[in-house]
T-cell receptor, first 118, second 113 residues
Framework: NAGVMQNPRHLVRRRGQEARLRCSPM?????VYWYRQLPEEGLKFMVY????????ESGMPKERFSAEFPKEGPSILRIQQVVRGDSAAYFC????????????????FGPGTRLTVL | KQEVTQIPAALSVPEGENLVLNCSFT??????LQWFRQDPGKGLTSLLL?????REQTSGRLNASLDKSSGRSTLYIAASQPGDSATYLC????????????FGQGTTLQVKP
């Protein structure tokens, strides 16, 4: 059973370009979470998605950032018009479907995408 | 609002020593708590998940405890090895049962041969 896959592992963009980060959850997992780790800072939650639904986007910056998890294919975190402050490691995690409405299972993390904005 | 704090921020020990990493959280109404390991430039590896109904969990040389009433969790590493050198993160879910995790800043452990 393959783990959480993220690509690319490293991404370099110039200011003003768009960055697209992809995450394929573990097989059988229907919940996806995106976290950001800024240099010298801890991991911060960004967004929680299920298939075709955004459940919680309270950690997403209001502008330039968007996320989706379509019925088919990977989850995508999209950053438009990147700025140097967007340089960070972006991690995706997945977990199985909830049991009786309660998330009790561990979240499995991918290797991350390290975004560098020049 | 859930806040998670880890102390110490860094720890250096000689090989073979037993050690304890501390994690505290402000909202005791959690349904689980997770400990992760992160190697430099890498992703997170889940070490232990403790459900709210449990007091501790063990995996090999690792033992994690959870005391909801005091808002504390500890990760005990027995007979430390150089390969244990990494950053250890604890994470607690935020209230609202969305699965969203709040992470501590981590404890960076160095085990010297």
């Amino acid at each position: 059973n393959a783990g959480v896959m993220q690509n690319p592992r490293h991404l370099v963009r110039r200011r003003g370009q768009e960055a697209r980060l992809r995450c394929s959850p573990m097989k059988g997992h229907s919940h996806v979470y995106w976290y950001r780790q800024l240099p010298e800072e801890g991991l911060k939650f960004m967004v929680y998605l299920q298939k075709e639904n955004i459940i919680d986007e309270s950690g997403m910056p209001k502008e330039r950032f968007s996320a989706e998890f379509p019925k088919e294919g990977p989850s995508i975190l999209r950053i438009q018009q990147v700025v140097r402050g967007d340089s960070a490691a972006y991690f995706c995690a997945s977990s199985p479907a909830r049991l009786a409405g309660v998330v009790t299972d561990t979240q499995y993390f991918g290797p991350g995408t390290r975004l560098t904005v020049l | 609002k859930q806040e998670v704090t880890q102390i110490p921020a860094a720890l250096s020990v000689p090989e073979g020593e037993n050690l304890v990493l501390n994690c505290s959280f402000t909202d005791s109404a959690i349904y689980n708590l997770q400990w992760f390991r992160q190697d430099p430039g890498k992703g997170l590896t889940s070490l232990l998940l403790i459900q709210s109904s449990q007091r501790e969990q063990t995996s090999g040389r690792l033992n994690a405890s959870l005391d909801k009433s005091s808002g504390r969790s500890t990760l005990y590493i027995a007979a430390s090895q150089p390969g244990d050198s990494a950053t250890y993160l604890c994470a607690a879910p935020t209230s609202g049962n969305t699965g969203k995790l709040i992470f501590g800043q981590g404890t960076t452990l160095q085990v010297k041969p």
